[in-house]
Nanobody, 125 residues
Framework: QVQLVESGGGQVQAGDSLRLSCAAS????????MGWFRQAPGKEREFVAS????????YYANSVKGRFTISRDDTKNTLYLQMDTLKPEDTAVYYC??????????????????WGQGTHVTVSS
């Protein structure tokens, strides 16, 4: 079983950047498909980005494509989300997820078995 802890959230202005980190413990993430999801107030949790465990293939929601970059450092057992050109609509709690047996292509939350507690990102205009 793997435990996930996100960090790096905060309050920024539109156009700014943030880098989220997801530190894993209890198990190595090198064999897990990993993903980032977010949930805005009053909305359902939605897919942001994911990365395949073996080929390193990356997938992005259309709303963040070209602005966000997912990466992983298996030597540090850590997943990252670089968020550039942030917009107010990116405001949400961001969650790290691990272990999608359906593959990194899966964009539904229930595809993932392990979740972090989330980190808040607020983007003001």
């Amino acid at each position: 079983q793997v435990q996930l802890v996100e960090s790096g959230g905060g309050q920024v202005q539109a156009g700014d950047s943030l880098r989220l980190s997801c530190a894993a413990s209890g198990s190595t993430i090198s064999s897990y498909n990993m993903g980032w999801f977010r949930q805005a107030p009053g909305k359902e949790r939605e897919f942001v980005a994911s990365i395949n465990w073996s080929r390193g293939s990356k997938y992005y929601a259309n709303s963040v494509k070209g602005r966000f970059t997912i990466s992983r450092d298996d030597t540090k057992n850590t997943l990252y989300l670089q968020m550039d050109t942030l917009k107010p609509e990116d405001t949400a709690v961001y969650y790290c997820a691990a272990d999608s047996p359906l593959g990194a292509e899966a964009t539904i939350p229930r595809a993932y078995n392990y979740w972090g507690q989330g980190t808040h990102v607020t983007v003001s205009s």
